[in-house]
């Protein structure tokens, strides 16, 4: 018998192996946060209290559409005056914002843009803590 120039190779390539799993990879790091939603249908009780009153100013709007700047009465017409200056004075922080959960959405939704449109970025949430429904 004559041998052949040629071995035969008895190993497997996984060369094309791994470049189609990386790229399957990419493609789910890159789908698998934009399939997640973001807001929680239910924000007024949550297990976690991660921010605490004292952080930043409170804006309080209560169930008969007064609002309130750090416990103190305002009235719509003085309300974005009052928060830049007590956003000011706090170090320019955190605007949080407390919400009765019976507000129509869009009400809140209204305070916010209020809000962002004084020239505030950094607003949060305060919900009472309790049991996740």
Do not use: C, W
């Not at 190779?9 to 470049?19: G, H």
């Not at 990419?26 to 952080?55: C, N, Y």
């Not at 007590?86 to 919400?99: C, D, N, P, Q, W």
Request: proline share 5%; glycine share 6%.
């Amino acid at each position: 018998m004559r041998k052949s120039r040629y071995p035969s190779i008895s190993e497997i390539n996984v060369t094309n192996l791994v470049d189609v799993t990386m790229v399957l990879l990419i493609i789910f790091m890159i789908t698998a946060p934009l399939l997640r939603s973001g807001i929680e249908v239910k924000l007024p009780k949550s297990d976690a209290q991660d921010l605490k009153p004292h952080e930043g100013v409170v804006v309080t709007m209560t169930r008969d559409n007064v609002l309130y700047v750090n416990d103190e009465m305002v009235s719509s017409q003085q309300f974005d005056a009052l928060l830049l200056k007590r956003y000011t004075e706090s170090g320019k922080e955190l605007v949080l914002l407390k919400a009765d959960e019976e507000i129509p959405y869009g009400r809140v939704i209204h305070l916010m843009d209020q809000i962002k449109g004084v020239g505030i970025g950094n607003l949060g949430l305060i919900v009472e803590p309790g049991d996740k429904e």
